[in-house]
């Protein structure tokens, strides 16, 4: 491209859902979406792409579309793709500079991103290999209290007494819910031990990365007020959440879109 | 040439084998007394390897597991044990039967249970020589008590073998494993040169020789041609690939079924690995008045054999001296003992070096183990903080 692109473009293909961001070069927001991914992350991809150019429409050939999220490599009309670790990183980084530990909950992993003064990422874990510590978990605990997902927090936030919930594995810790559930105990009170289960794997994650700094949580799980509550309980801090806390990976690639016709 | 050198390598064995005088050893074995005693070895680790390499794991792990062994035991255990229940289903028809079995546990445990295994199957006798961890250095007990297993090793050989050790012929075979392992270090510490000669998955199948073969004359040789070949190369600035742009070390055995898509496919984005921690294992000369002693201390003193300070040391000594840029550990789901204590040693030696480095989970023989988009996402995000 000889001329500067004048948008970026970012498309964050997660497992649970899939987000575009379209900004220009003064990095203001022209059109943002999100869809489950469902079964094929090609046409959820492409969907969001269209509902964008509905919102905004723009000179495609003065854009350039950066890929992140679990399905970046499939998609071909994207210019390149980045991990979703940079892109996190970037995103939170631009919304909020001084935050230097970053955790984001999916829906199907989790990551804990250690962020440098640049904005770039320094460190991370990644557990991507069980659904304990991402948003899957609370999916199904929610699912055996017959609960909606979003209202999941706020009932756990009604809690008076929190159940004990001791294991972080999704298999056993449901037959443990099950249990409480026997045992004649509130839902509000398991939904509160089913939360602070949660805080407390992530928290152990968190702490394998190094870092002072103030925190942020970002993904779909940060919506969840009672996943903030504990976690923050759980490490003792205060926690940064973005507005729009599932959007920051597709941010970070449209904003590295842009870097990348400089 | 390494194909002639390996050729000779399996044609000896079943030579041997034919005629009563065959051990299978595990890699860390001090096989210069054998081999001065005129027992030749094969190395089921290194079969193990070559069943990985012929992308055949799961089948062959798979005859073990049928006998109930569990997936969690070590891939070459269960490679080995597989192909001596099913020689002709496995790669090369199996190893050569062996007479004895001779186990150290420098490099870990689970080799003295794998060869009682294959003891009850092949009738074979095991010996152990027992070399306990070394935490702080090595004690002057510790040595006395391997030096007395070596002893104990030399009657078991001349009881199960005929034969005996003339001092005259261990000196000569450490003779010929200390230049084997001399030119072999040459060819390693080469690699500090920019572009470097080697890569990864070059030094892995270069380190055959030296690891199933110390001790003979034709492997000094090779080791000689291999030497004058990097050296060329170092003196030509050729690298070990096109165009090097970030230099990384690796931790742990390789994936063996992956091995030439893994490392070729990182070689395209300008990533080498001019060390490893793995083929780096093989160093220490024999020598000395008190030869059983020199043994004692330098098998006693293997890389797996010592605590996690000495592995965190020796990395970072790796990336300073081989001026890295970062670092890969792989979790080896099978070997327990060289992927313990991986995410401490990597925040100690990212702190310590200040490069950043990533954990990657696997095997180096079972491809179910392997997932490659989980490994894809943090070696990219790796390279995307170094670029
Ligand atoms: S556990 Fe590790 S050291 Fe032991 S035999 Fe297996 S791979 Fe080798």
């Not at chain 2, 027992?130 to 040595?143: E, N, V, Y």
């Not at chain 2, 030696?349 to 990533?358: L, Q, Y």
């Amino acid at each position: 491209m000889t001329q500067k692109p004048k948008y970026g473009i970012g498309l964050d293909l997660g497992s649970t859902s899939t987000k575009a961001m379209l900004i220009d070069r003064e990095r203001r927001v022209l059109g943002s979406h999100l869809l489950p991914t469902g079964a094929s992350a090609v046409g959820a991809a492409e969907r969001c792409l269209e509902a964008i150019a509905i919102q905004a429409p723009i000179d495609v050939s003065r854009s350039i579309t950066i890929s992140t999220g679990y399905g970046r490599s499939v998609i071909e009309s994207a210019d390149r793709n980045i991990t979703e670790i940079t892109c996190h990183s970037v995103g939170v980084n631009h919304l909020n500079p001084d935050i230097r530990l970053l955790i984001d909950v999916g829906g199907q992993d989790s990551k804990v991103i250690r962020i440098g003064a640049k904005g770039r990422p320094e460190d991370f874990e990644l557990n991507d290999k069980c659904s304990a510590g991402t948003g899957r978990f609370l999916e199904v605990m929610a699912g055996v209290l017959e609960v909606p997902l979003k209202d999941f927090g706020n009932l756990a936030l009604g809690s008076t007494d929190p159940c004990e919930i001791s294991n972080t594995c999704t298999v056993f810790a449901e037959s443990e819910v099950i249990g409480h559930i026997g045992a004649g105990k509130r839902a509000e009170d398991i939904a509160a031990g089913i939360h602070a289960s949660m805080a407390a794997k992530i928290a152990s994650l968190s702490k394998r990365i190094r870092s002072t700094g103030p925190l942020g949580l970002t993904g779909g799980v940060a919506l969840n007020p009672a996943f903030v509550h504990y976690l923050s309980i759980e490490l003792g801090e205060d926690i940064w959440v973005p507005e729009e806390p599932q959007m920051t990976g597709a941010l970070g690639a449209a904003i590295l879109a842009l870097d990348e016709g400089d | 040439m390494l194909q002639q050198v390996m050729f000779r390598y399996m044609l000896e064995g079943h030579t041997a084998s034919e005629e009563g005088k065959l051990a299978w050893v595990t890699s860390g074995f001090p096989v210069e007394i054998p081999q001065a005693m005129g027992v030749t070895s094969s190395y089921p680790e290194q079969y193990a390897a070559v069943v990985g390499s012929e992308k055949v794991g799961p089948t062959v792990c798979g005859f073990a597991e049928e006998l109930g062994y569990s997936q969690e035991l070590c891939s070459y255990a269960r490679s080995g044990i597989g192909s001596v229940l099913h020689p002709d289903d496995s790669p090369l028809n199996g190893l050569p039967p062996p007479q004895a079995l001779l186990a150290c546990n420098n490099i870990c445990g689970t080799v003295l249970r794998w060869y009682d295994a294959v003891s009850e199957l092949t009738e074979a006798p095991v010996f152990l020589l027992d070399t306990p961890p070394l935490d702080d250095g090595q004690s002057a007990h510790h040595m006395r008590y391997v030096k007395s297993g070596i002893h104990k090793l030399v009657d078991f050989l001349s009881k199960h073998f005929g034969t005996e050790l003339e001092e005259g012929r261990l000196r000569e075979v450490a003779e010929l494993s200390t230049q084997a392992i001399s030119l072999w270090t040459q060819c390693l510490e080469a690699c500090k040169k920019r572009p470097s000669p080697l890569n990864c998955a070059d030094r892995f199948l270069a380190m055959a020789p030296v690891v199933s073969m110390r001790g003979t004359d034709h492997i000094v040789e090779y080791y000689q041609a291999l030497l004058d070949e990097v050296n060329h190369r170092v003196r030509e600035g050729v690298g070990a690939i096109r165009d090097e742009r970030i230099r990384l070390l690796w931790d742990n055995i390789p994936p063996w079924f992956n091995i030439f898509k893994f490392f070729n496919g990182l070689a395209k984005r300008g990533v080498v690995f001019p060390a490893d921690t793995y083929t780096h294992a093989w160093s220490g000369s024999i020598s000395g008045d008190d030869l059983f002693e020199s043994v004692a201390t330098i098998y006693s003193n293997v890389y797996l054999n010592k605590g996690l300070d000495a592995k965190v040391d020796k990395m970072c000594e790796l990336i300073e001296d081989y001026n890295l840029d970062g670092f890969i550990l792989f979790s080896v789901r099978s070997c327990k003992r060289y992927s313990l204590g991986q995410m401490v040693s990597k925040e100690l030696v990212s702190e310590r070096t200040g490069v950043p480095g990533v954990i990657i989970e696997g095997d180096m023989v079972d491809s179910r183990l392997f997932n490659e988009a989980q490994i894809q996402t943090r070696i990219d995000a790796l390279l995307e903080m170094l670029l």
